[in-house]
């Protein structure tokens, strides 16, 4: 099992940064980690993912060359960096764990809490 908490929401102005973290206790090294975000009235919309080694990431068509993620496996953390914001973009952010390699929320067993991230315009 592992469990996520995920950290580095805030408000930010259109074409702003923002980096957020992802800790696990666990066994973090063993799942596939994806970020995921879900904005008021709308489906959970994936995001991006990365393998357990780190080697391979699949971003969402939404935030590709926009976003870049890493994990630090000694570190039990994975983080998402991301750039030039968009108000589109504010949603509540979560990151999961998973052994599938899959952009569907419902493959992923463990679930932070979720982290908002408001982009204004």
């Known amino acids: 099992q592992v469990q996520l908490v995920e950290f580095g929401g805030g408000s930010v102005q259109a074409g702003g940064s923002l980096r957020l973290s992802c800790a696990a206790s666990g066994t973090f090294n063993r799942y596939n980690m994806g970020w995921f975000r879900q904005a008021p009235g709308k489906e959970r919309e994936f995001v991006v993912l990365i393998s357990v080694s780190g080697r391979d990431t699949y971003f969402g068509d939404s935030v590709k060359g926009r976003f870049t993620i890493s994990r630090d496996n000694p570190k039990n953390t994975v983080y998402l960096q991301m750039n030039s914001l968009k108000p589109e973009d504010t949603a509540v952010y979560y990151c999961?764990?998973?052994?599938?390699?899959?952009?569907?929320?419902?493959?992923?067993?463990?679930w932070g809490q979720g982290t908002q991230v408001t982009v204004s315009s």
């Open positions: 999961a764990a998973g052994v599938n390699w899959s952009k569907e929320a419902s493959k992923y067993a463990y």
